[in-house]
């Protein structure tokens, strides 16, 4: 039986408080993928938010969110991750991501809540727990992470996927990693989840 969680854990790596977002700017639209960034009070780090239209369904969607370890090979620069622990529609993932050298990679501790909505619809709220696990040896721990996934089912068989974080990713990151990650990691699982949902 499949756990209902949100195995996106995994696109977290720069964040702090969404919600705290101030305006949005897109900053690409390529290949039915929009990209928008926006500035966070008090953080060095920008919120991401991507949007794609999929021609799927709701539950194929969630059968691959749900497959944590799986979901691994269309997140962002994902190198592993494992569900922890389930209780109803709350889940906490471990994931670990790769990043460039000379910048030690990264791990991260999610918490993540499920909410259906009347209209069918699928909100994966994503909370960071960085004091969940121990640290690992070789990782810095990802201090912040805030965002959801959101699933709307549309008309003609079409969901409409929004994906948004923002992320404190601990340790020291370059500025060049930084500005490349909040658009490269919506836009790139955005792609890579699409492929894969369209293919059912």
């Given at each position: 039986?499949?756990?209902k969680?949100?195995?996106?854990c995994?696109?977290?790596?720069?964040?702090?408080s969404?919600v705290?977002?101030e305006?949005?700017?897109?900053?690409?639209?390529?290949d039915g993928?929009?990209?928008?960034l926006?500035e966070?009070p008090?953080s060095?780090?920008k919120?991401?938010r991507?949007v794609a239209?999929m021609?799927?369904?709701?539950a194929?969607?969630r059968?691959?969110q749900?497959?944590v370890?799986g979901?691994?090979?269309?997140?962002h620069?994902?190198k592993?991750q494992?569900?922890?622990?389930n209780?109803?529609?709350?889940?906490?993932t471990y994931?670990?991501?790769n990043?460039?050298w000379?910048v030690?990679p990264?791990d991260?501790?999610?918490?993540?809540?499920?909410?259906?909505?009347a209209?069918?619809?699928?909100?994966?709220?994503l909370e960071?727990?960085?004091?969940?696990?121990?640290e690992?040896?070789g990782?810095v721990?990802?201090?912040?992470?805030?965002?959801f996934?959101?699933?709307v089912p549309?008309?003609?068989?079409?969901?409409e996927?929004?994906?948004?974080?923002?992320?404190?990713?601990g340790g020291?990151?370059?500025s060049w990693l930084?500005n490349?990650?909040?658009?490269?990691?919506?836009?790139?699982?955005l792609?890579a989840?699409?492929?894969?949902?369209?293919?059912?």
């Amino acid at each position: 039986m499949r756990v209902k969680v949100a195995a996106l854990c995994a696109l977290g790596l720069f964040a702090t408080s969404v919600v705290q977002a101030e305006e949005w700017k897109l900053a690409r639209d390529e290949d039915g993928i929009r990209v928008f960034l926006s500035e966070v009070p008090g953080s060095r780090y920008k919120a991401y938010r991507g949007v794609a239209v999929m021609k799927t369904d709701i539950a194929t969607l969630r059968a691959l969110q749900e497959d944590v370890s799986g979901s691994c090979a269309w997140i962002h620069e994902c190198k592993d991750q494992k569900l922890l622990k389930n209780e109803g529609q709350q889940s906490w993932t471990y994931t670990r991501f790769n990043t460039p050298w000379p910048v030690t990679p990264r791990d991260s501790v999610i918490h993540v809540t499920s909410q259906l909505g009347a209209d069918g619809s699928v909100t994966r709220i994503l909370e960071g727990v960085p004091k969940y696990l121990p640290e690992s040896n070789g990782y810095v721990r990802v201090t912040q992470v805030d965002g959801f996934w959101k699933l709307v089912p549309k008309s003609a068989g079409e969901v409409e996927v929004t994906y948004q974080v923002h992320t404190e990713p601990g340790g020291s990151v370059p500025s060049w990693l930084a500005n490349s990650f909040v658009v490269d990691a919506p836009f790139n699982t955005l792609k890579a989840m699409r492929q894969r949902a369209e293919r059912h």
